[in-house]
T-cell receptor
Framework: GDSVTQMEGPVTLSEEAFLTINCTYTATGYPSLFWYVQYPGEGLQLLLKATKADDKGSNKGFEATYRKETTSFHLEKGSVQVSDSAVYFC????????????FGKGNQVVVIP | DAGITQSPRHKVTETGTPVTLRCHQTENHRYMYWYRQDPGHGLRLIHYSYGVKDTDKGEVSDGYSVSRSKTEDFLLTLESATSSQTSVYFCAIATEGNQPQHFGDGTRLSIL
């Protein structure tokens, strides 16, 4: 079935560093792709999305480009802040069906002042 | 916020007891979902609903049942709770097709 793979392990970096979180997917059709963010004690919030190949989603300085040829949707931010510390989830949704989401396991990001 | 309320927010109960979690939405969205979140597993879909009285299973549905008698409420029931069902449960809603899902703040359930 459809699946999403995120890089293993937490990510720790200093304030103003460049952030990349890798996400690759397996899907039979043409999925929409999403990044969600979860702050401590809260639910998931949609960070950005892309619905077709070569689309770039962006929000709050974060970007991700839908790469069909490499089945990837890597999340990037040029200069992180302490407030970006959170767990980030990559997810996909097939166009057909009942909008079911398949999630990656998430990456804890810790930004140190 | 997307107008989603989960109740209770925290619950501690004993093995073998029935538990019902409630998700209430004020958005009139057609789709509603229940997920569980566990360390190392991300979020996994338990059940979902695509309309009143229309529900289907997700990838981890064993031991859970759901009901949706009206658009705004989606109930998740553990008929006989087990310790393996200790988790954080999230409800989500969506409009149609591949539109993003919006999540509630979660219910932390501990089964002793």
């Amino acid at each position: 079935g459809d699946s999403v793979t995120q890089m293993e392990g937490p990510v720790t970096l200093s304030e103003e560093a460049f952030l990349t979180i890798n996400c690759t997917y397996t899907a039979t059709g043409y999925p929409s792709l999403f990044w969600y963010v979860q702050y401590p004690g809260e639910g998931l919030q949609l960070l950005l999305k892309a619905t077709k190949a070569d689309d770039k989603g962006s929000n709050k300085g974060f970007e991700a480009t839908y790469r069909k040829e490499t089945t990837s949707f890597h999340l990037e931010k040029g200069s992180v802040q302490v407030s970006d510390s959170a767990v980030y989830f990559c997810a996909l949704s097939e166009r057909r069906g009942n909008n079911r989401l398949a999630f990656g396991k998430g990456n804890q990001v810790v930004v140190i002042p | 916020d997307a107008g989603i309320t989960q109740s209770p927010r925290h619950k501690v109960t004993e093995t073998g007891t029935p538990v019902t979690l409630r998700c209430h939405q004020t958005e009139n969205h057609r789709y509603m979902y229940w997920y569980r979140q566990d360390p190392g597993h991300g979020l996994r879909l338990i059940h979902y609903s695509y309309g009143v009285k229309d529900t289907d299973k997700g990838e981890v549905s064993d031991g859970y049942s759901v009901s949706r008698s009206k658009t705004e409420d989606f109930l998740l029931t553990l008929e006989s709770a087990t310790s393996s069902q200790t988790s954080v449960y999230f409800c989500a809603i969506a409009t149609e097709g591949n539109q993003p899902q919006h999540f509630g703040d979660g219910t932390r359930l501990s089964i002793l």
